[in-house]
């Protein structure tokens, strides 16, 4: 089992940044990708940003040049660094490491993120 823990939500104020980030513990697969989902009320879960160990990105149209994912494989832990904040970006921030060649996929419980205008 993987266990996955975000960290670094919280309260900012439009056009402000956070960097929150998620750390995994347990059975981690060597050969994974990682990444950060989102969900508003009620809205369907959507993909921020995923990356692999190697490096590769994608991110969703909506959070391009604003948001930039990066990862640490020594201490298995994600960050997503937001910056120019708006609104619309008011959601619960959810960490995903799936299992490249399984696809056994990993949440973590969620970081709420709020942005006020």
């Known amino acids: 089992q993987v266990q996955l823990v975000e960290s670094g939500g919280g309260l900012v104020q439009a056009g402000g940044s956070l960097r929150p980030s998620c750390a995994a513990s347990g059975s981690i697969p060597s050969i994974n990708v990682m990444g950060w989902y989102r969900q508003a009320p009620g809205k369907q879960r959507e993909l921020v940003a995923t990356?692999?160990?190697?490096?590769?990105?994608n991110y969703a149209d909506s959070v391009k040049g604003r948001f930039a994912i990066s990862r640490d494989n020594a201490k298995n832990t994600v960050y997503l660094q937001m910056n120019g904040l708006k609104p619309e970006d008011t959601a619960v921030y959810y960490c995903?490491?799936?299992?490249?060649?399984?696809?056994?996929?990993?949440w973590g419980r969620g970081a709420q993120v709020t942005v006020s205008s």
């Open positions: 995903n490491l799936v299992e490249i060649g399984t696809a056994s996929s990993y």
């Open positions: 990356i692999t160990r190697r490096g590769s990105t």
